[in-house]
């Protein structure tokens, strides 16, 4: 039966007119007519029945064929999206890499074989590691020559590790990230350690976002610039919006800039060195949603309710941004996720959509719908599951204890880089969520056979419909966002799950009872 009505949708869901009016001799029309009381009483009728089944049923091969057609086809997209996102995230990692670096031309001088800025990275790492005597890079030596056979017997066999970039020759790209010190794995370098913003010249231009329509706000932004102007001397730039407002209040404030179009917003990175916030959660993801490529530091005041990203007090902001403007400061680098929306019509979307970049997560729902989602995920070659309930959530580290934690996540630190994939009141009892290295590239798709379209929504904005084909490609962004610590990441993310969510906070247990003697 099931089979017999997933032939009926293919062909009415068919963009060919004639399988659809076809559709009208479905096999169950054809046992209706069997049926009926003409059955028997007329040999031709009879015969025109069978004719219809058989046409039916040729029918319904057809749409299933067709069904499967489509379904190979989407395979063989996936597969070429996957390739074009990979190249893609090579390229802007080979992009960042020379964008952040200074030096550029001297690099490229002293760099003979004309490599990437990458790759000399590499080496300057492997150059260090053996400065540090950690990453050599000899095959194990004997120890003792004249050891005898029995200590021979135990020596332990070399090796090395290495690590592929993806979409390259193998041969061509392995780099030794781990090395070997008589046979024992050690690292060197790690990703997640603290670190600190020391300015090597003083900051010029500072940015400053405010959570909209809230007055305690509005005196502060005014109180703060004029402090900035008169005691540090620093050019302001503040939303269109701030600007009328603070020209309402007095005309003092037309030294404040500001920008036209969108134009001038993409442009603002190569100016501004410091994002200040004034706001909650939300106003530190508005910022790092106007910077679609590198983000300047941001430093974000509380005046929210809860804060998990916002650890700087606004009452003393003269003494926080004294401190922050002389440095160093600790800085958390919070990773984004790069969005792609592929459209199962479009033929090539990379080149004409802009990916969306989030701070917190990226959200695939049911939206208005009340059926259950049902949505096909792939982790680069391989599939991971179908999610049969609300949603699905693929969240930042950041993002954690955001939405990702209210459906059941798990919170980790956010300079840890990995990927969450949390599922949204799954209808299955052992769908636990996972967590993806950040190297990975997923792809979630609303499969063609699917009742109703999803709908995906990014940091909570922007609402998009993914219809039955449609997909939503995602990787972690060359960018990450620099937030300032008031101590340092750790101390601040543990404060932040005390103060903000009250974790694990219990009555401790009394003295008196009873004991283990
Ligand atoms: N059920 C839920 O918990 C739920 C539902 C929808 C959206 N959200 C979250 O709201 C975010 C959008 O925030 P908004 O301020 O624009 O909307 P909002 O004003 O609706 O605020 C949502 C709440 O989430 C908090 N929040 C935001 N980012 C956080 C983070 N990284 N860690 C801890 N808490 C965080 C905010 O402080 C705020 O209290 C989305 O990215 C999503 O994570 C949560
Ligand atoms: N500069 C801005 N322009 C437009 N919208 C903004 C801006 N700053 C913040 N918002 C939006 O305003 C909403 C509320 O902001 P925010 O979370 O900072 O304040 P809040 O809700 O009072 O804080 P909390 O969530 O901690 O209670 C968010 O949805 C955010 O996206």
Redesign the pocket.
Known sequence: MARKGNANMACSQSENGCIASFSLFSEKAVQELLHSPLQGSDDHLIEFSETLRTVAKTLRRVAEGKASAQAEAAEWKRKFELERARNLKLENRGKSCLEFHPDLDDMRTNNPTNQPALCNETNEKSERCSRNGICSHEVLRDGNPDSDSHSKMIRKASFKLSWCCKGEQSDQQKHDIVSFERGNITTAERSSKQISLKWESSPQTVLILTKPNSVPVQILCAEMIRWLRQQQKLHIYVEPRVRVELMMESSYFNFVETWKDGKEISALHTKVDLVLTLG???????AASMFKGPVPPIVPFSL??????TPFYSEHYKECLESILKGPISITLRHRLQCHVVRDAAKNEYETEEPTL????V?IDRGISSYLTNLECYCDNSFVTCVQGDGL?L?TT??????????GGSMVH?QVPGILFTPICPHSLSFRPLIMPEHVTLRVQVPFNSRSPAWVSF???DRKQLAPGDALVCSMAPWPVPTACLVDSTNDFLR?IHE??HWNLRKTQSFDGPRES
């Open positions: 909650g959660d939300g106003t530190v993801l508005w929210g309710s809860l804060g998990f990203m989030v701070l917190n997560e959200t959530i969240s950041s993002g954690s204890t955001a939405y990702s934690l209210a459906a956010p940091d909570g904005k932040s903000g969510l």
